[in-house]
Structure formats: structure tokens, C-alpha cells
């Protein structure tokens, strides 16, 4: 029999998803979430109620093929609230995790320079390491409240850089940037010529003020991702975008030819109908949000012993710093067996000391699993190596 791992194949090559492996564990395994980063899941039932889907529309569905971009009604509609309005400039994507894949191996090279950030959702560096790329990291320290730092990313951008690639607000701190810090950005990438992917995964939950728009807007050699799986509570449905240049698109195509082809058309129609009623699910979850967040901010305030933590600014994530603990996974392993609750150890994030906690479920929830993660910290702690 082949040993596997001499294979030199894509899987030797590329590392294994660290918080995907914490989630396969524990995501089924666990009573209380409070480690994923999405808002509360909707039902097709509601989807009934919230927009105007119906069921004879699902049952008139026929499961024809659709095309390489996604069909055309929907780009439409994607490009109107997101972008400019042009659908050539919208594909749509089997959650935005396609969209990365795409993004990276259509436009990267071996030895290309990438910045990315540090802290970050894995896939967004892990391909591009795969690719042979050098990595250049635009850290966000805890100490300076994960405070993008403009100037910081300026000096690691230069006429060697192939692509910026960047998440804001943040998955896992919920930093962000402020309209002028975008701006100086996007001018820094265009200055050199480089390709600024913009992951938008959170971009519609914010606390103060408004989303940030979508840089292909000011700079063409922009790609930016959305999701219905963070902000529109859909992360079952599989479906997201990816808006680029239409030359873009096409090395897109030619590698989505080998995959995945194209979404299903009943995926397409369930996100036509959301997003012509996106407003109004966004509404109901980005006000639980602001009350959740309001719950999660007291309970820091009272839990000052034992965590500390930079409030988040945007998305329903918080990267809570455990004092004392110097590796988070026990802790959180601790937690998922005794306790029944998901959080995720910082370990995925390559920041040990912190977990990140998700506060984005129903209220309810989001209560239990603080009383339960008090009671693990307050009174397990000494237990836990
Ligand atoms: C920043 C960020 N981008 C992209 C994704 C991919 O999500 P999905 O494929 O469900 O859209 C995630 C998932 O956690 C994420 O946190």
C-alpha cells in the first residue's frame, strides 16, 4: 500500500484548516455555540415569512444546469446592493470559501509577495502559502486594542507586492477601518498596481456609523467577496459572491470549470429572493447583535479577573484574551466536553492565549454558554493545564 503522506500532491501542500478540524469536532458535539462566527440561522419557514418565497415557486424549480457566473436576474441584484450595478462584474460562489479558492490560485504564482493580516481566517493565507507565495503579516496587536495600523501596512506594501488581502470588520477580533483608512488603502495597493481582495464576509453588521463599500467602486484590480453565511444567517444555503473585472472573472471561469461548474438553480432563487428582502433580515439580527454585544461587554466588565478583551467594532466575533492561560485549547476542549459549549481556542488563530467568542446566536444562548463559561473559569480554572 502507498504511504499517503509521501504523495506530493495539493493535500501535502497545503495546511490543514485548523479551526475547521476544531468545528468537525465540536460543532455537532456541543449544546451552546458561542464559538461560530455567524448571526442566528434562519428556517426555510422563515425565509417563507421574511421575504416573498413560496412554495409553489420552490416546487416549479427544475434542476437545469445554470451558468458559469451564476444566472443573470441575481447578478443583478448582487451588483445593485453591492457594487456599481454591472452584473459582468459578479459570480456567484458556493459560500465566499470558493470564491478565496478561486481568487488565489487564478491570480497568485510561487514566489509572489502577499500581505495579509495577523490575526486571520485561515484561508486567507493558507492557499497562497500553498502557491509557494512569501507571506508578509500586517499583525493587529491586542495591546494596541487590534487597531489597524495604516501606516504599518504601507511599509510592507511595495512594488514587489502581487495582492493585499484583507478582512474588515475583522474575523476573529472585529477590528475595522474607518472610511479614510480605506481610502489610504486602496491608494497604497493602487499606487503599486497590486490586487486588493476585500473579504466583506461582515462587512453589514457594524456598531457605529455605515458598512464600508465595496473598493472595486474606486480601484479595478479590486475582488471583493460577500456571504450569507455571517450577517444573513445562512450558512447552510452555501451561497456567496465574488465581484472582480470581467478579465478577472474568466481565469475564475476556467478554474471553476474543473470544480464546481456552477450553484444550483435553487440555491440561486432562494438568494434572489433574500436579497431583494435583505434589508429586513438584517434588521431583526443586527439589532440582536447590538443587544448581545451589550450582554457580552457587562459580563467582560464583571469577568475583569479572568478575560480581557478590545470590543469589536463590526461582525459578532470577539477575541477574548485569557488571563493566565497560556494556551487556550485545553481550556476550550475543557469546555466542549465538560461544559457542552463551542468556543474556539485561539490556537486556530495562531494567537494561543486568546479563544474567540461568538455572540452572534439567539440571545438566550448566548446567555448560557457566559453562565456556563464563567463556571468553567471561576471554578474549573485550577483544573485546566
Ligand atoms: C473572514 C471569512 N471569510 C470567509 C469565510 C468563509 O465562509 P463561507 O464560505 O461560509 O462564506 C469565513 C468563514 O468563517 C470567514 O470568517
Not at 320 to 331: C, W
Request: net charge negative; proline share 4%.
Amino acid at each position: 500500500m502507498s504511504n499517503l503522506t509521501n504523495l506530493n500532491n495539493f493535500t501535502n501542500k497545503i495546511a490543514p484548516a485548523l479551526l475547521e478540524n476544531w468545528m468537525r469536532n465540536y460543532y455537532f458535539n456541543t449544546e451552546i455555540d458561542i464559538g461560530s462566527s455567524g448571526v442566528e440561522n434562519f428556517s426555510l419557514a422563515q425565509l417563507y415569512e421574511l421575504t416573498n418565497l413560496t412554495q409553489e415557486e420552490l416546487n416549479s424549480v427544475v434542476f437545469h444546469d445554470s451558468s458559469s457566473l451564476g444566472n443573470l436576474e441575481l447578478r443583478k441584484v448582487i451588483s445593485s446592493r453591492w457594487s456599481n450595478g454591472d452584473p459582468e462584474q459578479v459570480m456567484v460562489t458556493h459560500g465566499s470559501s470558493e470564491a478565496i479558492f478561486l481568487i488565489m490560485n487564478g491570480l497568485l504564482n510561487t514566489n509572489d509577495e502577499v500581505v495579509v493580516l495577523d490575526p486571520c481566517y485561515q484561508q486567507l493565507f493558507s492557499i497562497a502559502e500553498s502557491i509557494g507565495c512569501h507571506l508578509k503579516r500586517w499583525q493587529l496587536r491586542f495591546e494596541q486594542n487590534f487597531t489597524p495600523n495604516i501606516e504599518k501596512a504601507k511599509s510592507l506594501i511595495n512594488s514587489r507586492t502581487r495582492m493585499v488581502i484583507v478582512n474588515f470588520p475583522h474575523n476573529p477580533t472585529g477590528a475595522s477601518l474607518t472610511k479614510k483608512e480605506q481610502d489610504d488603502l486602496i491608494d497604497a495597493v493602487a499606487e503599486v498596481g497590486a490586487y486588493l481582495v476585500w473579504d466583506a464576509a461582515f462587512a453589514d453588521i457594524v456598531y457605529d456609523g455605515f458598512p464600508l463599500s465595496n473598493p472595486n467602486l474606486r480601484y479595478d484590480r479590486s475582488i471583493s467577496m460577500g456571504t450569507f453565511s455571517k450577517c444573513y444567517g445562512l450558512p447552510g444555503l452555501r451561497f456567496g459572491w465574488c465581484l472582480a473585472s470581467p478579465e478577472v472573472m474568466t481565469r475564475f471561469i476556467h478554474l471553476r470549470d474543473y470544480t464546481t461548474l456552477h450553484l444550483s438553480p435553487l440555491v440561486e432563487l432562494i438568494a434572489q429572493r433574500v436579497i431583494e428582502r435583505a434589508d429586513d433580515l438584517l434588521k431583526i439580527r443586527l439589532q440582536q447583535a447590538h443587544t448581545n454585544l451589550e450582554i457580552l461587554s457587562k459580563w467582560v466588565e464583571q469577568h475583569q479577573e479572568f478575560v480581557e478583551w478590545s470590543r469589536p467594532q463590526g461582525g459578532v466575533c470577539a477575541f477574548l484574551r485569557l488571563r493566565g492561560i497560556s494556551n487556550s485549547e485545553a481550556f476550550c476542549h475543557h469546555l466542549a466536553n465538560v461544559h457542552k459549549v463551542l468556543l474556539v481556542p485561539g490556537t486556530c488563530f495562531n494567537h494561543p492565549s486568546h479563544v474567540r467568542l461568538g455572540f452572534g446566536g439567539a440571545t438566550s444562548n448566548l446567555n448560557e454558554g457566559l453562565s456556563r463559561l464563567s463556571k468553567a473559569l471561576v471554578t474549573d480554572r485550577l483544573y485546566v493545564h
